[in-house]
């Protein structure tokens, strides 16, 4: 929005010119998201406390967590107001990425919203039933998966890229349509499994969202995509904007959702920040990637598909409490040890999927 202001600025000032290049709005972009975050979290947080919407918790899991009854939840609401004002502000509306990311990330919103509704505000403990999730799940993963290839305009768009490699790419045809939509309800339901800890998912989700804004950078640069031979797809810098937003708005969630955490995202915020990341990761072409520096979400998911397996093939589980962070937790680890371990790991994977930048 900002950007239209700004071209037309410049006509007068050449200095407003400045504001046109994608790093800067890039950075304008966390820092936006970042005092919204700031700005709001308070009130969120006074006001959810006010109409009582707190956490319920499970007797059955670690009893430090009972302490943690009532603390206000469907702060995930805060993510996605930081997230849509600074994309709006600041990058180009006339973007086709931008808005089919944004959109997917609002509308997996809204389908965490209302389980999270259902949960605490009408106090069905149920929630919003799962097929009925999955379903809308499906609707708006499969919209975004057709939209994208429909309006595909290269052959690289909807290409499978094999990291670490120069020149395996699978071409995929209608087949992306399929990847496209595991990918970004996958993606989803793993960052909604591992929203367990304080702060646990938060981190992993701003340092993967970082990532793949580089991925965005280089694959939308003609230069540098050439130079680290990776294909060049025309538009896709822009997401970089998006990114940024996402990164400034976890980071200010993050203030408030440290250990031990004052508000907790909810479905409202896990389910639309594991979407955004997926669609990210479809339109810069880097779905492999993003299994690699998502490693903590897929080892928090099957971990739950092993113990659910295991304990209906031979009644006996595999760890003690799934989803994983649960079992080191029932293991004698304090709740800090492992956040942070798992953000170590995190920065760990994420630093080996950036090397396939390099590494071909």
Same mark, same amino acid.
């Given at each position: 929005?900002?950007?239209?202001?700004?071209?037309?600025?410049?006509?007068?000032? *050449?200095?407003?010119?400045?504001?046109?290049?994608?790093?800067?709005?890039?950075?304008?972009?966390?820092?936006?998201?970042?005092?919204?975050? &700031?700005?709001?979290?308070?009130?969120?947080? /006074?006001?959810?406390?006010?109409?009582?919407?707190?956490?319920?918790? /499970?007797?059955?899991?670690?009893?430090?967590?009972?302490?943690?009854?009532?603390?206000?939840?469907?702060?995930?609401?805060?993510?996605? !107001?930081?997230?849509?004002?600074?994309?709006?502000?600041?990058?180009?509306?006339?973007?086709?990425?931008?808005?089919?990311?944004?959109?997917?990330?609002?509308?997996?919103?809204?389908?965490?919203?209302?389980?999270?509704? $259902? $949960?605490?505000?009408?106090?069905?403990?149920?929630?919003?039933?799962?097929?009925?999730?999955?379903?809308?799940?499906?609707?708006?993963?499969?919209?975004?998966?057709?939209?994208?290839?429909?309006?595909?305009?290269?052959?690289?768009?909807?290409?499978?890229?094999?990291?670490?490699?120069?020149?395996?790419?699978?071409?995929?045809?209608?087949? &992306?349509?399929?990847?496209?939509?595991?990918?970004? !309800?996958?993606?989803?339901?793993?960052?909604?499994?591992?929203?367990?800890?304080?702060?646990?998912?938060?981190?992993?989700?701003? #340092?993967?969202?970082?990532?793949?804004?580089?991925?965005?950078?280089?694959?939308?640069?003609?230069?540098?995509?050439?130079?680290?031979?990776? *294909?060049?797809?025309?538009?896709?810098?822009?997401?970089?904007?998006?990114?940024?937003? #996402?990164? @400034?708005?976890?980071?200010?969630?993050?203030?408030?959702?440290?250990? *031990?955490?004052?508000?907790?995202?909810?479905? !409202?915020?896990?389910?639309? #920040? @594991?979407?955004?990341?997926?669609?990210?990761?479809?339109?810069?072409?880097?779905?492999?990637?993003?299994?690699?520096?998502?490693?903590?979400?897929?080892?928090?998911?099957?971990?739950?598909?092993?113990?659910?397996?295991?304990?209906?093939?031979?009644?006996?589980?595999?760890?003690?409490?799934?989803?994983?962070?649960?079992?080191?937790?029932?293991?004698?680890?304090?709740? *800090?040890?492992?956040?942070?371990?798992?953000?170590?790991?995190?920065?760990?994977?994420?630093?080996?999927?950036?090397?396939?930048?390099?590494?071909?």
């Amino acid at each position: 929005m900002l950007l239209y202001l700004v071209e037309y600025l410049a006509q007068f000032d *050449p200095g407003f010119t400045v504001f046109q290049y994608l790093t800067l709005r890039a950075i304008l972009g966390v820092l936006t998201a970042l005092v919204i975050s &700031f700005l709001v979290g308070p009130i969120m947080i /006074r006001r959810l406390t006010r109409h009582q919407i707190g956490q319920t918790v /499970r007797d059955d899991g670690p009893q430090s967590h009972l302490s943690k009854a009532g603390t206000p939840t469907m702060g995930g609401a805060l993510l996605l !107001v930081a997230i849509a004002i600074s994309t709006l502000l600041w990058s180009d509306l006339s973007n086709r990425y931008v808005w089919i990311i944004l959109i997917v990330t609002l509308l997996f919103g809204v389908i965490g919203f209302y389980d999270d509704y $259902k $949960k605490l505000v009408l106090q069905d403990p149920r929630g919003l039933a799962a097929k009925y999730k999955y379903l809308w799940q499906s609707v708006v993963g499969l919209g975004a998966a057709y939209a994208l290839y429909v309006t595909a305009v290269a052959p690289a768009d909807t290409q499978l890229i094999i990291p670490f490699f120069k020149d395996l790419v699978i071409d995929l045809g209608p087949w &992306f349509v399929l990847l496209t939509y595991f990918v970004i !309800v996958g993606s989803s339901n793993a960052v909604n499994l591992t929203d367990g800890l304080d702060g646990l998912a938060i981190m992993p989700t701003v #340092l993967v969202a970082g990532a793949l804004g580089i991925f965005a950078y280089v694959t939308g640069h003609a230069q540098i995509s050439n130079y680290l031979l990776i *294909p060049h797809l025309s538009g896709v810098g822009e997401v970089v904007v998006f990114c940024g937003a #996402l990164v @400034g708005a976890g980071l200010g969630f993050l203030w408030f959702n440290a250990y *031990p955490a004052q508000v907790f995202m909810g479905d !409202v915020g896990a389910l639309a #920040l @594991g979407a955004a990341l997926g669609v990210v990761a479809v339109v810069v072409r880097q779905e492999l990637v993003l299994v690699i520096m998502g490693g903590v979400f897929v080892m928090e998911t099957v971990s739950v598909m092993l113990q659910v397996a295991s304990f209906k093939l031979t009644g006996r589980r595999i760890f003690r409490m799934a989803p994983l962070h649960h079992h080191f937790e029932l293991k004698g680890w304090p709740e *800090p040890r492992v956040i942070v371990r798992f953000w170590i790991v995190t920065v760990i994977l994420v630093l080996i999927g950036l090397a396939s930048l390099k590494i071909r």
